[in-house]
């Protein structure tokens, strides 16, 4: 089974500074995919960033990156120059071989506030 | 525009009475997927469809009944509501050949409440 484990139920981070949201998760599939979303107060689901599970390089979309280490299992989102904007729930999330892919195993979540 | 979208938004209803939240995809997508979010708990898959006319539990399948008639609808019915069920629902859609890159495409949410 899989499972996503996200240890920080809340984080708090100044403007422009930056934010590690921690992510750790268990798995048996030889391949998969960890994502991260954002979910504002307004409640849609909001793609940010995709590691795959055979990439050699960490993932970056702009200020998010993802700090992957398999060995210790861990999918680290860091998030660069904080804006107010960011203050928002943050999922991490993965899929798997052995659910031919189609399944998204969900973490319960960081909140991130962000202070002036 | 590419979108899934989601009716209603949000709904107030009593224990017992029957109701379907509807879900639609514009993408021809074969994968769809109905999620509810729980406070700690995350999102849980409860049922999706790998195509028309083919259905599966997730992980919360419970109370809860599902058709895929057309291939851009996704219903999700409750045929006796109960207050266990007030959450936050999402559908979800992707390619079903999609491979490990790809993420689901999430609708904008319909936020339950049964009383």
């Known amino acids: 089974a899989q499972k996503i484990t996200q240890t920080q139920p809340g984080m708090f981070v100044q403007e422009k500074e930056a934010v590690t949201l921690d992510c750790t998760y268990d798995?048996?599939?030889?391949?998969?995919?960890l994502f991260w979303y954002k979910q504002p107060s307004s409640g849609e689901m909001i793609f940010l960033i995709y590691q795959g599970s055979y990439d050699q390089q960490n993932a970056t979309e702009g200020r998010y990156s993802l700090n992957f280490q398999k060995a210790r299992k861990s999918a680290n989102l860091v998030i660069s120059a904080s804006q107010l904007g960011d203050s928002a729930m943050y999922f991490c999330?993965?899929?798997?071989?052995?659910?031919?892919?189609?399944?998204?195993?969900f973490g319960t979540g960081t909140r991130l506030l962000v202070s002036p | 525009e590419a979108q899934v979208t989601q009716n209603p938004r949000y709904l107030i209803t009593v224990t017992g009475k029957k109701l379907t939240v509807t879900c639609s995809q514009n993408?021809?997508?074969?994968?769809m997927s109905w999620y509810r979010q729980d406070p700690g708990l995350g999102l849980r898959q409860i049922y999706y469809?790998?195509?028309?006319?083919?259905?599966d539990k997730g992980d919360v399948p419970e109370g809860y009944k599902v058709s895929r008639k057309e291939k851009r609808n996704f219903p999700l019915i409750l045929e006796s509501p109960s207050p266990n069920q007030t959450s936050l629902y999402f559908c979800a859609s992707s390619p079903y050949d999609a491979g490990r890159t790809d993420t689901q495409y999430f609708g904008p949410g319909t936020r339950l409440t049964v009383l």
């Open positions: 798995t048996s599939d030889p391949s998969y995919g």
């Open positions: 993408m021809n997508h074969e994968y």
């Open positions: 999330a993965m899929r798997g071989l052995n659910t031919g892919f189609q399944k998204l195993v």
């Open positions: 469809s790998m195509n028309v006319e083919v259905t």
